[in-house]
């Protein structure tokens, strides 16, 4: 927990959220400032900033519920589809420091994009450069 975390905040129950699910480890709430009817956040109980500072056993509960809830949100506001995202640290536009996933249910002609807007230009890559990233993540 952290002192001055919101999320923590909700957590601990001293800041007022629409709690949708919990788990022993993870929490689902609705987002105060919605990009969509019923966007969802699930969170960590513990406080972490990165998905990759969860423990494993935090990570599962927390795409378990991301996997359980999407279709529930999906069926509750009657929605075509929907996009699962994080934003994985300040510079990928994260402004809550405690991890969460983001389920924004999409409406067919909503006017938004696909996640792929999310990166900004596309690099131009070789062969080459491309073989060398994947030996480098695979490492
Ligand atoms: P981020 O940019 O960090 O990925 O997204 C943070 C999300 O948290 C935003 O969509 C914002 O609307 C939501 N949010 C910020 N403060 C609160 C709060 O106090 N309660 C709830 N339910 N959502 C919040
Ligand atoms: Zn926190």
Redesign the pocket.
Known sequence: ??DD?I??SIVAGDIPARVVAETDDALAFLDANPMARGHTLVIPKG?HQRIADLSRAESRAVFDLVHELAPAVEDAVDADAHTIGVNDGPDAGQEVP?AHVHIIPRFEGDGGGPIHVAAGDRPDLGDDELDEIADAIAE
């Open positions: 927990m952290s975390c999320f923590c406080h405690h």
